[in-house]
């Protein structure tokens, strides 16, 4: 059932990659879609952590989660696209595979204290915790500061 399950989450991650690509193509609010995405996701690694469900459930759900995790990935690239400033797309995408590096390296550790405490269930708790984080953090990063009345610029010489 694992194996189905894990299966089933990383096959629709493909697909909501793909997904995701047109979707992204179709909103300049790609932190908001984002932040839904990862919301109802959090909804349901919460739902798999609280609940046991039966094997054709617990790979729908997974399923769901992979699908709008893929989701994501299109719109998260936009927004470091647009962040980043003129010039320098190449650093700031540095910047957030360095990221997905240093999670590679503390989550394996995070995941085997979760589970040396015997809560293999909080595994995917500890996921929701991280996805609530994100949800926040995209939707305050894309704000933008009020225009203050008036603009430097720089005199001729």
């Known amino acids: 059932t694992a194996n189905i399950a894990l299966t089933a989450l990383l096959g629709a991650s493909a697909a909501g990659v793909l997904a995701g690509g047109y979707l992204a193509d179709w909103t300049h609010r790609h932190s908001q879609l984002a932040a839904a995405c990862f919301a109802?996701?959090?909804v349901l690694v919460l739902l798999v952590t609280l609940v046991s469900l039966p094997p054709v459930a617990?790979?729908?759900t997974l399923g769901l989660a992979g699908f709008l995790g893929g989701v994501i990935a299109p719109s998260?690239?936009?927004?470091?696209?647009?962040a980043?400033?003129?010039g320098a797309a190449g650093r700031a995408f540095g910047i957030v595979s360095t990221g997905f590096n240093f999670g590679g390296i503390v989550c394996p550790l995070l995941v085997g204290w979760i589970m040396d405490q015997h809560m293999p269930h909080w595994v995917f708790g500890a996921s929701v915790v991280?996805?609530?984080l994100t949800v926040l953090?995209?939707?305050v990063t894309e704000r933008k500061p009020q225009a203050s009345g008036f603009t430097i610029q720089a005199q001729p010489r």
């Open 40 to 42: 109802v996701n959090a």
């Open 76 to 82: 998260r690239d936009m927004m470091v696209r647009n």
């Open 84 to 86: 980043a400033p003129p």
């Open 130 to 132: 991280f996805m609530v």
């Open 137 to 139: 953090l995209a939707l």
């Open 58 to 60: 617990l790979t729908l």
